[in-house]
């Protein structure tokens, strides 16, 4: 099966004299044109010349889609090349220093946590809340 359009074009070509010759002797017989479908020579020819013309939209389908796609390569290509300019980054907002270790000990007493206890008793958890001791 030819794929290029030249070479289907010549089918399709000579599907169409084919159907057109069996159409024009059909007629000369006299048979009417509603009993043409009938004949099963000309159901032959007739499903030939529209697999070729399937054929041939099909074939320049893929052709618009082969060229659509080269030109996508070619245009990922040339931006690959061509360099992008970095976009300006805005500058970050300056971070307070950190306290050093005199200021953090001046802050808490030694021995003394934020947030916890300083009694030295542990704090009970919720499984001893519920039992009693005996």
């Not at 006299?30 to 020819?45: I, M, S, T, V, Y």
Request: aromatic share 0%.
């Amino acid at each position: 099966m030819a794929v290029r359009r030249p070479g289907l074009e010549r089918q399709l070509n000579r599907a169409r004299q084919d159907l057109a010759g069996l159409t024009s002797a059909l007629e000369s017989s006299g048979l009417p044109a509603e009993a043409r479908r009938d004949h099963p020579r000309w159901r032959q020819l007739h499903a030939r010349r529209r697999r070729l013309e399937l054929r041939l939209r099909s074939a320049d389908a893929l052709t618009a889609l082969q060229a659509d796609l080269q030109r996508r390569k070619a245009d990922k290509a040339a931006a690959a090349a061509a360099p992008e300019p970095e976009p300006e980054k805005p500058a970050k907002a300056a971070k307070a220093p950190k306290a050093s270790k005199a200021e953090k000990a001046a802050k808490a007493p030694k021995g003394e946590k934020s947030g916890k206890q300083s009694d030295g008793k542990k704090s009970e958890g919720k499984k001893s809340q519920g039992k009693k001791s005996a």
